[in-house]
């Protein structure tokens, strides 16, 4: 099954290989040089940006960067390798906490982020997004016993919530506009803003539902924690986050997405990568 998917994905970057290949070797001869682009092509290297969110982007225990959005990234890195006419493109996975990913893709450090990005207009001023490739939604995550299962239930308590990530702005949006007095307690990563919460420290933490389950899952008492039926905020849309100014270079990432999404192996990864994390085993959603 595994040699079976591989195998498709390989086809499947060989189709979208002579059309790139024949799209873009017009449009770098016609257009402005992209910076990424000869980044790239120069240094033979392709620098990629990620965190630890599974399903999206994590070490496995074979210490492998994997997930649903490096398996695309891997693609669009074979893409890139065919497009410039490169015999090798090494890549190469930079660990990259949400607060520094601006400053990451500013400084040449990473030439694009892998990881969750939620598309946000407060950014754009700042970085460039791909298209969107999954729609999550903000949730409040608690421990069964708190008692709590909607944001009313959240007044006056303290929650946790990652710095640097879109989750803190529509909290603290929210926090404003229903008055609800919330201790906001920030953290570098997802995976300590979820332990706050299960050790006490945070009454709830405030966090994509796509994003908790994999946690809730590995905990040793998945029955034991509750995501709220209520949405929080605006709906949080993923993509890939680039540098500013690189129109090219963002518009080729946007077409091998849209082929990939246009493939039945795009159906494989999400049934593989997404779908596996939908349902909590033993949990009930209030």
Known sequence: MKKSFNCKIMLLFRSLALLSLIMMSYSLRATPVSPTFEHIKSSGTLNIGYRQLDPFSYKDQDGKITGYTITVCNMIAEELRLTLGLK????????????????????????????V?????????????SIDYYVANMRVISLRKNNIQTLNDLKGHAVSVPRGSKDLLEVNKVNREKHLNLSIVTSDTVQDAFDMMVQHRTAAILLDDILAYPMINRSPHPEGFTVSKEVVGEKMKYA???????????????????NIFESPVNTQMTNKWLGQKIAVKKMHNN
Do not use: G, W
């Open 88 to 115: 090798k493109l090494a890549i190469h996975y930079i660990p990259v906490i949400f607060s520094q990913r601006i400053n990451a893709l500013n400084s040449n450090k990473i030439d694009m982020d892998c990881s």
């Open 117 to 129: 990005n939620t598309d946000a207009p407060e950014r754009k001023n700042s970085v460039s997004f």
């Open 240 to 258: 890939i986050m680039m540098r500013k100014q690189d129109p090219l270079f963002v518009a080729f990432i946007n077409k091998t997405l849209e």
